[in-house]
């Protein structure tokens, strides 16, 4: 008898033409697509089972197919051992893939390094592509729309916000305007005094004084001084009420400028922010001088230059000199024993 031939399946030997690297992209996540120089390789292949428990022939193929996969780009390759002999000159035999095929731990698990690919047939793939587009193409267009619904929700949101703000806003101009003319600029309000006139008319011994009330109601306020006085009084009262005490000290005039001198700033009047610090050096020195006994005032004087004169030139401040003046002079203030009082304001003249 002869032994009959087993016939070898066509599919079977279609799905072992190639093969590829197992975890390739995850073992090199940093690696860019196409050709490299450098590959990563790890150090935990000390401890692996199925790479220790490979000859050294096999532990040699797979870091050269390792290599061969970086240099060209890609992982997958045929599994022909004449070609991948030809491919990669190190390889001085035909490669024998199978130990990398059936590598194994220490417990008999299964951890190849190489797997056969079967590479997917032309017609599916270019079916599926063409699905996938379709699919994305629709997609895009209801994400495309859904912005759109998103955006003119938005701006009609905004644009009641607006309409609303105004509203208001007109409502409250509208409002301060009748308090200050005292008449009515609606319907509404202007009904208000015919529907009074039946009152006057039942009490005649009050319509003259009801009537007077009614028309101081819809004056406009007066001012403060008017409030406090109803006598004549001079115009140097009025201004001395609301003049901070500093501006009318000329030695505290003068140490507010030193002091803007000594720490840098500009010496123009007209200059808003040394404007601006010469108000709080000279506001500090005139309480000052109300809190601290005069014999203290000359070493603080001279002390404050002093440390405004070595903040300019060491540059221990170049953010915010002025707060660093006023923490040293707080500590200096704290040594001789000084505590600042706010100063008590000028009460008016009856």
Known sequence: MTKAKKKSNPETSAEKQFFEIINWKRAQPTMRPGPNDWMKLYTSLLEHDGFCGMDDSSRMLIVALWLYAARCGQHIFPSDPAWLARKIPMLNNKPDLGPLLAAKDICGNPTPFISYYEPPKAEKAAGKTKKQKKKIVVLEEEKRKEEK??????????????????????????????????????????????????????????????????????????????????????????????????????????????????????????????????????????????????????????????????????????????????????????????????????????
């Open 149 to 350: 619904r998103k955006e003119k929700t938005r701006k009609e949101k905004k644009r009641e916000e607006k309409t609303k703000s105004l509203r208001i806003s007109e409502e409250k101009n509208r409002e301060r305007k009748e308090r200050i003319s005292g008449e009515p600029a609606n319907t509404a309000t202007a009904q208000q005094p015919e529907a009074l006139e039946p009152e006057k008319s039942e009490n005649p011994m009050n319509s003259e004084a009801g009537s007077a009330k009614a028309k101081q109601h819809h004056l406009p306020r007066p001012t403060r001084s008017v409030i406090r006085n109803n006598g004549p009084r001079h115009i140097g009262d009025i201004i001395g009420e609301r003049i901070p005490d500093h501006w009318q000290d000329p030695d505290a005039e003068s140490f507010g400028w030193e002091i803007v001198r000594a720490l840098g700033y500009s010496d123009d009047h007209n200059n808003l922010k040394s404007r601006s610090e010469w108000g709080a050096f000279a506001s500090w020195w005139s309480k000052i001088k109300k809190s601290a006994p005069a014999i203290v005032l000359d070493e603080l004087r001279l002390k404050a230059v002093r440390k405004a004169v070595y903040l300019r030139t060491e540059g221990k401040s170049a953010e915010n000199p002025s707060k660093v003046w006023f923490h040293i002079m707080d500590g200096e203030l704290c040594k001789r024993g000084v505590t600042m009082t706010q100063p008590a304001r000028a009460s008016p003249s009856r």
